[in-house]
Nanobody, 125 residues
Framework: VQLVESGGGLVQAGDSLRLSCAAS????????KGWFRQVLGKEREFVAA????????DYAESVKGRFTIFRDNAKDTAYLQMNNLQPEDTAVYYC???????????????????WGQGTQVTVSS
């Protein structure tokens, strides 16, 4: 099973983007999903996560109130709606799926077994 991200791009501060993360080659619809981001030379950091059912969510403090994670299990796709983007949000964004099914949102990278290839988000000031 693979995860494929899309929706990244170059925007100005204050703009919005929506990232998508679709599973292919199998189903991950009952796995918690997460979004992480990484800047060159820094560790990959947690951004947001959503439980398998979609009822519970978790966010990093830096994105609370600006980013929203949601999912459509019928489409086996997770999304990250990013509003009021700032230059410090510039990074490669990765989606991931939990290594176990039917769990709530996870914050730790090691808890994820499936990763996408990443999509670049660049925010200019």
């Amino acid at each position: 099973v693979q995860l494929v991200e899309s929706g990244g791009g170059l925007v100005q501060a204050g703009d919005s983007l929506r990232l998508s993360c679709a599973a292919s080659g199998g189903t991950l619809s009952m796995y918690a999903k997460g979004w992480f981001r990484q800047v060159l030379g820094k560790e990959r950091e947690f951004v947001a996560a959503i439980g398998a059912s979609g009822r519970t969510r978790d966010y990093a403090e830096s994105v609370k109130g600006r980013f929203t994670i949601f999912r459509d299990n019928a489409k086996d796709t997770a999304y990250l709606q990013m509003n009021n983007l700032q230059p410090e949000d510039t990074a490669v964004y990765y989606c991931a799926a939990d290594r176990l099914s039917y769990r709530g949102p996870r914050r730790t990278r090691d808890e994820y077994a499936y990763w996408g290839q990443g999509t670049q988000v660049t925010v200019s000031s």
